[in-house]
């Protein structure tokens, strides 16, 4: 299984962040696996921003909800991040991952595959 991001690299303040998740060698919609979104902002740790399941449920961080939202398309394998109002903040390395659990956090155990990750950064 491979996973690749993409999207832009420089968003603006107050405008939203959008990435793809390119997934090949194994299907979104997979019983029993979750497919999220992590972030690792310059100095600090992994933070988990959500997920979205096999069956299509989703679910967000508290931290972010309000802003947060993940999406598929199953006809091209992909799943999507967008992040709304973002902030210098929101500066960091944005990674895609697998988990054969459902998990709620950024512990790397948990997940067995990874994509390469992009960094974003947030500035005007």
């Known amino acids: 299984v491979q996973l690749q991001e993409s999207g832009p690299g420089l968003v603006k303040p107050s405008q939203t962040l959008s990435l793809t998740c390119t997934v090949s060698?194994?299907?979104?919609?997979?019983?029993?696996?979750?497919w999220s979104w992590i972030r690792q902002p310059p100095g600090k740790g992994l933070e988990w921003i959500g997920y979205?399941?096999?069956?299509?449920?989703?679910y967000y961080s508290p931290s972010l909800k309000s802003r947060t939202s993940i999406s598929r398309d199953t006809s091209n394998n992909q799943f999507s991040l967008q992040l709304k109002s973002v902030t210098p903040e929101d500066t960091a390395v944005y990674y895609c991952?697998?988990?054969?659990?459902?998990?709620?956090?950024?512990?790397?155990?948990?997940?067995?595959?990874w994509g390469q990750g992009t960094q974003v950064t947030v500035s005007s």
């Open positions: 979205i399941a096999y069956s299509g449920s989703t």
């Open positions: 060698g194994g299907s979104i919609t997979t019983n029993n696996y979750y």
């Open positions: 991952a697998r988990s054969p659990l459902l998990s709620t956090t950024a512990t790397s155990e948990e997940y067995d595959y």
